[in-house]
């Protein structure tokens, strides 16, 4: 468990964040000077607050009542910045190995090298130097070096933002692995929506230096409180899904909570993981099962809860079998179709977007 809360007024700016998380990667999310960073360096310890306490596990690294402290070097945390900073006259392999050097004496054992270089793929590159290494590479070998520092939690501070659109495309599976992979949770610094929607596990909304919203990614991502940083195309139901069948027609059945959902043909086996996302104003809301429509998806659903939104909107959350779905319509709409909760009707899924899950 990470906690985290901590309050410094720097004068034009104040911060008053607090939140908890577990394991897996925890998405800090905001817009530019939203106070990411300065919660980033608050955990490195690389900036004291005024007040707060923070905390991995059972230790405690910072807490002004008791005025506690730790310095950066005692805080086993592993940090990528934006530009992996290696030492250029090292090769691959010394600069991966130098974090672990200063790894506190009984820290637990080291991980394996060889599953790390494997984790990002870079055996190839172990003899050259950082100069001969593409921007993507570059950070790969930075995140090695950070694990291999046997850290308690790992910081990434907009680890792909200096990269171009390829290198990205590039880094993201092996990012996406780590996440999965490593048993170190993670701090994962982004304004990319696509990026934590592939990445996160946990979200954390930052909003003029406070928490707006956090959770899991699917509850953040649902809840009205996150449509002011998020913007209303971004937020919408998450829902776990499983390949069922693939059908004629290209078509793939996915059977998930929400119930069966066709998507455009899938190309791995029946009974793969697969994630659905099924963005709030992709979902139209009928009181009768339409005919003649060529939407693929017309769910039962029941609605939940209607909420006018700060975007001049409603935002409905609708029961659809054991899952939560969110459609975000005109007031006008809201009134004409008269929803409330207990309401039956259809929920109308123009797109659905499919991801690994
Ligand atoms: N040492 C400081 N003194 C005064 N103001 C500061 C200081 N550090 C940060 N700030 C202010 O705090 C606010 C939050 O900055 P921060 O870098 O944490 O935002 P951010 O969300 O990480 O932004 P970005 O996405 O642009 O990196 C900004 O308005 C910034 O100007």
New binding site residues.
């Given amino acids: 468990m990470i906690g985290v809360e901590l309050r410094h007024d720097?004068?034009?700016?104040k911060?008053d964040v607090a939140f908890q998380t577990s394991g897996g990667v925890t998405a800090?999310f905001?817009?530019?000077?939203?106070?990411?960073?300065?919660?980033?360096?608050a955990v490195a310890g690389l900036?004291r607050p005024q007040a707060g306490r923070i905390v991995i596990g059972d230790q405690v690294l910072f807490d002004s009542e008791t005025r506690t402290f730790l310095p950066p070097a005692q805080r086993r945390i592993g940090y990528v910045f934006q530009e992996g900073r290696l030492f250029p006259h090292m090769t691959v392999r010394s600069n991966l190995t130098y974090g672990g050097r200063f790894a506190p004496k009984g820290s637990g054992a080291a991980p394996d090298f060889e599953a790390v270089v494997d984790l990002l793929g870079i055996q190839h590159l172990l003899d050259r130097r950082p100069a001969a290494l593409s921007g993507g590479e570059k950070q790969r070998v930075a995140i090695g070096r950070a694990l291999l520092s046997r850290p308690n939690l790992l910081l990434m501070?907009?680890p792909l933002a200096a990269l171009d659109e390829t290198r990205k495309a590039e880094l993201l599976p092996f990012l996406e692995r780590l996440g999965k992979d490593s048993r170190v949770p993670i701090l994962y610094?982004s304004?990319s929506v696509p990026e934590i929607l592939r990445l996160a596990d946990n979200l954390v909304l930052?909003d003029q230096?406070r928490v707006a919203a956090a959770g899991t990614l699917g509850d953040v991502m649902t809840s009205p409180a996150s449509l002011n940083a998020l913007g209303p195309s971004a937020i919408g139901a998450i829902i776990p899904a499983n390949i069922a069948a693939h059908e004629d027609g290209g078509v793939t059945r996915l059977s998930s909570p929400a119930g069966d959902i066709l998507v455009t043909a899938q190309d791995a086996p029946v009974g793969t993981a697969r994630q659905v996302r099924i963005a709030a104003q992709d979902v139209l809301i009928a009181l009768q099962r339409p005919e003649g429509l060529s939407a693929l998806n017309i769910l039962p659903a029941t609605v939940a809860a209607v909420q006018p939104d700060s975007l001049g909107g409603v935002l409905v959350r609708l029961q659809v079998g054991d899952a939560v779905a969110l459609a975000r319509v005109t007031q006008r709409s809201a009134g004409a179709l008269g929803l409330a909760p207990g309401l039956p009707c259809y929920a109308i899924l123009k797109s659905v977007a499919v991801s690994l899950g």
């Fill in positions: 720097f004068g034009s700016f911060l800090l905001g817009r530019s000077g939203a106070g990411k960073t300065s919660v980033v360096n900036m501070d907009e610094v304004h930052i230096g």
